[in-house]
């Protein structure tokens, strides 16, 4: 058997169409044509023929791969995740899969370390995440504890409080419905789950100024107040709905004082009850 001719595909020039005995045989790319010293004229054995084929369906999972990293760094472990999802029709992909992956290495476009650095500054700088939380989502893309710690010094404690502050801002504004004690509760998990520490989460809300129009939290407070009362006042009375309607106000976080002002102001409600 001889290859008669090997011309460039139309569409990609860096695979070759590979004719043998003036019919075409199979596409490779130009590593493997590279790779088996092909030229026009050639003779060639089957067997030869079938390492051909073998080298081009090993150089797919590598385009594969290839083509992965061209939408944004990738783990080692979710680059092995990734490939062994594929179909590739070959015998042993496992092996081939880590060759692949070793090559990449090598190559350095697989790099956990630099990885980490470069996940930590995007969580950091764009999504403000905190450290912990950061931390986390490494560890569930397979990298390890020394590189995590590595790519976290790229966060340093200014940045925690500067992030962890800002959002807390952001947060209050949008809570504005909320008295000061709950909101501050409710901030603190909302930091917290964002995965910021507990030191730099009480310094930030320590910043954030929660004090609101009196009169706007004893409307607030006089709507939550209402409800609780026509809840409650079905099946109690007197001493017994105070007691239940206050808790509820303090539960919510309201002010004491701002309570029993209401209190007072609802005596009547509560009298003819009794």
Request: a negative charge.
């Given at each position: 058997m001889?290859?008669?001719k090997?011309?460039?595909?139309?569409n990609?020039?860096?695979r070759?169409?590979?004719?043998v005995?003036e019919?075409?045989y199979v596409?490779i790319?130009e590593?493997v044509?590279i790779?088996m010293?092909?030229?026009?004229?050639q003779t060639?054995?089957q067997a030869?023929l079938d390492q051909?084929t073998?080298h081009?369906k090993?150089h797919?999972v590598i385009?594969?791969a290839?083509?992965?990293?061209s939408?944004?760094l990738r783990s080692?472990?979710e680059?092995?995740?990734?490939?062994?999802q594929q179909?590739?029709e070959?015998?042993?992909?496992?092996?081939?899969?880590?060759?692949?992956?070793?090559?990449l290495?090598?190559?350095?476009?697989l790099?956990?370390?630099?990885?980490?650095?470069?996940y930590?500054?995007?969580a950091?700088?764009?999504n403000?995440?905190?450290?912990?939380k950061?931390?986390?989502?490494?560890?569930?893309?397979g990298?390890s504890e020394?590189?995590?710690?590595?790519?976290?010094d790229?966060?340093?404690?200014?940045?925690?409080?500067?992030?962890a502050?800002d959002?807390a801002?952001?947060?209050?504004?949008?809570?504005?419905?909320y008295?000061?004690a709950?909101?501050?509760?409710?901030l603190?998990q909302?930091?917290?789950?964002?995965?910021?520490?507990?030191?730099?989460?009480q310094?930030?809300?320590?910043?954030?100024?929660?004090?609101s129009?009196?009169?706007e939290?004893?409307d607030r407070?006089n709507?939550?107040g209402e409800?609780?009362?026509?809840?409650?006042?079905?099946?109690?009375t007197g001493?017994?709905?105070q007691?239940?309607v206050?808790?509820?106000l303090?539960?919510k976080?309201?002010?004491?004082d701002?309570?029993?002002?209401w209190?007072?102001?609802?005596?009547e409600a509560?009298e003819?009850?009794?």
């Amino acid at each position: 058997m001889k290859i008669t001719k090997i011309e460039p595909q139309k569409n990609n020039h860096e695979r070759y169409s590979i004719y043998v005995d003036e019919e075409f045989y199979v596409g490779i790319h130009e590593e493997v044509l590279i790779q088996m010293g092909l030229y026009q004229g050639q003779t060639v054995t089957q067997a030869q023929l079938d390492q051909l084929t073998h080298h081009e369906k090993e150089h797919k999972v590598i385009d594969k791969a290839l083509n992965y990293l061209s939408y944004g760094l990738r783990s080692i472990s979710e680059m092995r995740k990734y490939l062994m999802q594929q179909s590739f029709e070959l015998e042993h992909i496992e092996a081939t899969i880590e060759r692949t992956i070793e090559k990449l290495i090598q190559m350095n476009y697989l790099n956990d370390e630099e990885y980490a650095k470069s996940y930590v500054r995007t969580a950091a700088n764009l999504n403000r995440k905190g450290p912990r939380k950061i931390h986390q989502e490494l560890k569930q893309r397979g990298v390890s504890e020394s590189h995590i710690m590595t790519g976290l010094d790229e966060y340093p404690m200014t940045q925690q409080l500067e992030n962890a502050f800002d959002l807390a801002e952001k947060y209050c504004r949008s809570k504005t419905k909320y008295p000061p004690a709950m909101l501050k509760n409710k901030l603190y998990q909302y930091l917290l789950q964002k995965g910021f520490a507990r030191e730099v989460i009480q310094e930030s809300i320590d910043q954030v100024e929660f004090s609101s129009n009196p009169e706007e939290q004893y409307d607030r407070l006089n709507r939550e107040g209402e409800r609780l009362l026509r809840r409650h006042q079905r099946k109690y009375t007197g001493y017994e709905l105070q007691h239940r309607v206050s808790s509820g106000l303090y539960s919510k976080g309201y002010d004491y004082d701002l309570i029993q002002q209401w209190l007072l102001d609802k005596e009547e409600a509560f009298e003819e009850q009794r």
